[in-house]
C-alpha cells in the first residue's frame, strides 16, 4: 500500500490525531513533521512521536517536496489561510473544524480545492466507529423507513480553566461558542444520518460562562423530508453527554451517551415489528469492525485517495455544518426562522460575527 507524508500544524489536537489517525494506520501514513508556534510543545509532542522535522513557520511545510498532506489543527481563525495556502501548494489538507469563519469563505475554499491538485477533507470524527455505522446502515438500505422526528441534546461541562486559552471565548478567534466548537459534531452527525435540513428557527444565549460567544442553543427544525427534530446544547451540565435519538416508521434508534465518542458503542436499535428487527439482523449479521474517530476517518481519507473515490467527510458537509451555524445566529437575533439554502444574498453570507466583531 502506498504510504502518504504527514504534517501536523498545530499539537493540541494534532496530538490526537498522531495517536488516533496515523499511529494506527502505520501501512497507510507517516507523520513526518510537526510545525507549531510553542516551540515547548513542539518538541515534546515531537519527541513522544519521534519526529524529526519540527518546525514553527508554517511556510516552510509548504517547502516540503516529499510531503502529500498538511494536517491542520490549529485555532479556528488561522484555518482558512493556511487551507488556501496549502491546497495552492498542491498538498491534500485535512482540517479541523469549525473548517473557516463564514459561508463566503468556504465557498472560496470549495472554488480553491476545485482547481488544486490536492483534496480537502475537514474532520467530522463522530461519524465513525460501529454504532454509528450500524444505524446509517440500516437507514441507508431503507429498513428505518419514513423519519418522524430526531433530537440531539449535547449536554457538555466547560468552565474558566477551559476557557484560560486566550483564542477561546472570543468571536475573532474561535468565531462561536458551544454551536462551533461542540454541537458542531452531533448536529453533523444527525444530518448524515436524517438528511438535511429544510429550516431552522434556534435560539443562543450565554449563561454559563464570562464569555462573549453563546453556551447555551435550542432550536426546531424541519427536514428536507418532512421530519422534524430538535437541538439543545449546553456547556453548564454537571455530567457530560452526548444523545442522539431518531424516530422512524419501523425502528426508534437511540445513540450511546459517550460525550465525546458517541459513535463507538453499539446504539439501542428498537423495531416496530418482527420484519424489521430480523431485516436488521440480516444486515449485520457480517459487520466488519469500523474503528471510531480518526482511526476510520484517516483510513477512509487514504483509501479514497488511492481510489479517486468520495471522501469520506467533504467540504460540502463542512458547508452544510457552517450554513446550520449561520441560521442558528441570525434566527436568534431576528427571532425569525431561517430557510435553506443560504447563499450569498443573505445578510449573514459574508459573515455571521455580531456588529463591531466583523
Ligand atoms: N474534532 C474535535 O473533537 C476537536 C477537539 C478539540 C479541538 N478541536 C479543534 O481543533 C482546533 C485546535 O484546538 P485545540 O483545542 O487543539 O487548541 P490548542 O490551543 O490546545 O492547540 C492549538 C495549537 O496550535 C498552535 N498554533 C496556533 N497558531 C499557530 C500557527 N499560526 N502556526 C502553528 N501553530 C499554531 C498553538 O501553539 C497550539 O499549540 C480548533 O479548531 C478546535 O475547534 C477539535
Redesign the pocket.
Known amino acids: 500500500m502506498s504510504i502518504k507524508t504527514v504534517a501536523v500544524?498545530?499539537?493540541?489536537?494534532?496530538r490526537s490525531h498522531i495517536i488516533e489517525g496515523y499511529v494506527t494506520n502505520p501501512d497507510r501514513f507517516r507523520v513526518i513533521a510537526l510545525?507549531?508556534?510553542?516551540e515547548a510543545?513542539l518538541s515534546t509532542v515531537a519527541d513522544e512521536f519521534g519526529i524529526t522535522r519540527r518546525t514553527t513557520k508554517?511556510d516552510d511545510l509548504l517547502a516540503m517536496d516529499d510531503l502529500d498532506i498538511i494536517d491542520i489543527?490549529?485555532?479556528?481563525m488561522?484555518h482558512y489561510p493556511m487551507i488556501v495556502a496549502a491546497l495552492r501548494a498542491g498538498k491534500h489538507v485535512i482540517c479541523?473544524?469549525?473548517l473557516v469563519g463564514s459561508l463566503k469563505q468556504i465557498d472560496e475554499i470549495i472554488a480553491v480545492e476545485q482547481q488544486s491538485a490536492g483534496k480537502l477533507m475537514p474532520?467530522f470524527?463522530y461519524r465513525f466507529g460501529n454504532g454509528i455505522q450500524q444505524a446509517k446502515a440500516i437507514i441507508d438500505a431503507g429498513l428505518a423507513g419514513k423519519p418522524f422526528v430526531g433530537t440531539v441534546e449535547t449536554l457538555w461541562r466547560r468552565e474558566a480553566d477551559y476557557y484560560a486559552?486566550p483564542?477561546r471565548g472570543k468571536w475573532k478567534t474561535e468565531l462561536g461558542g458551544v454551536l462551533m466548537?461542540h454541537a458542531i459534531?452531533p448536529h453533523d452527525m444527525f444530518v448524515y444520518l436524517m438528511g438535511p435540513l429544510k429550516s431552522l428557527f434556534g435560539r443562543v444565549a450565554t449563561r454559563v460562562n464570562d464569555i462573549e460567544v453563546e453556551d447555551c442553543i435550542s432550536a426546531s427544525v424541519e427536514l428536507e423530508s418532512g421530519a422534524l427534530g430538535s437541538f439543545t446544547a449546553s456547556l453548564g451540565s454537571a455530567d457530560e453527554i452526548s444523545r442522539i435519538r431518531l424516530a422512524f416508521d419501523n425502528v426508534t434508534i437511540e445513540s450511546d451517551h459517550a460525550p465525546y465518542n458517541p459513535g463507538a458503542a453499539a446504539w439501542k436499535i428498537l423495531p416496530r415489528n418482527e420484519g424489521t428487527k430480523s431485516a436488521i439482523a440480516d444486515l449485520l449479521k457480517d459487520w466488519q469492525d469500523v474503528p471510531p474517530r480518526f482511526a476510520s476517518q484517516m483510513s477512509r481519507f487514504h483509501d479514497a485517495l488511492l481510489s479517486g473515490g468520495p471522501l469520506p467527510v467533504t467540504s460540502a458537509d463542512s458547508r452544510r455544518a457552517l450554513e446550520m451555524v449561520t441560521a442558528f445566529y441570525y434566527s436568534s437575533r431576528t427571532r425569525q426562522e431561517v430557510v435553506f439554502p443560504i447563499g450569498v444574498d443573505h445578510p449573514n453570507y459574508r459573515s455571521w460575527l455580531p456588529e463591531g466583531f466583523a
Open positions: 500544524v498545530g499539537a493540541g489536537i494534532g510545525c507549531d508556534l510553542d510543545k508554517f489543527c490549529t485555532p479556528p488561522v479541523e473544524k469549525p474532520i470524527q486559552v483564542w466548537g459534531h
